[in-house]
């Protein structure tokens, strides 16, 4: 579970390495493109796996609990806890999945309006 208080551009890393130093991770961001969208990506800057609107995900000045679940098939699915439940936020399956060993969260550079 990941609860974080951005604007905007959370990142989740889901690396190989433990120390996130591997050149195989997942890059989620939560909250792109001024809070309308969220997406996937194999690795640091590139092309978008999948990419779903999900305007004002994230908020300003209220905790936004995550959870990121990763099954031993490959299947990876962000949700968002809310008043009543949890929603599916998105989710998708790697045909050839990488083993999920350390789990890293981050802001959008220079941003300052962010806490986990």
């Not at 194999?42 to 609990?65: F, H």
């Not at 936020?89 to 986990?116: C, E, H, K, L, R």
Request: glycine share 6%; net charge negative; proline share 4%.
């Amino acid at each position: 579970m990941i609860s974080v208080e951005a604007c905007d551009n959370s990142f989740i890393l889901l690396s190989a390495a433990k120390d996130l130093q591997s050149q195989e991770f997942y890059e989620i961001c939560i909250g792109a493109k001024a809070n309308i969208k969220s997406f996937f990506r194999w690795e640091y800057n590139a092309v978008n796996i999948i990419s779903d609107s999900t305007p004002d995900i994230l908020s300003c000045t209220e905790r936004t609990t995550l959870f990121v679940i990763s099954t031993t098939n490959g299947e990876i699915t962000v949700f968002k806890e809310t008043n009543v439940g949890t929603e599916t936020v998105m989710t998708w399956t790697d045909p050839y999945p990488i083993p999920i060993n350390g789990i890293g969260v981050m802001p959008a550079w220079g941003q300052t309006d962010f806490g986990v």
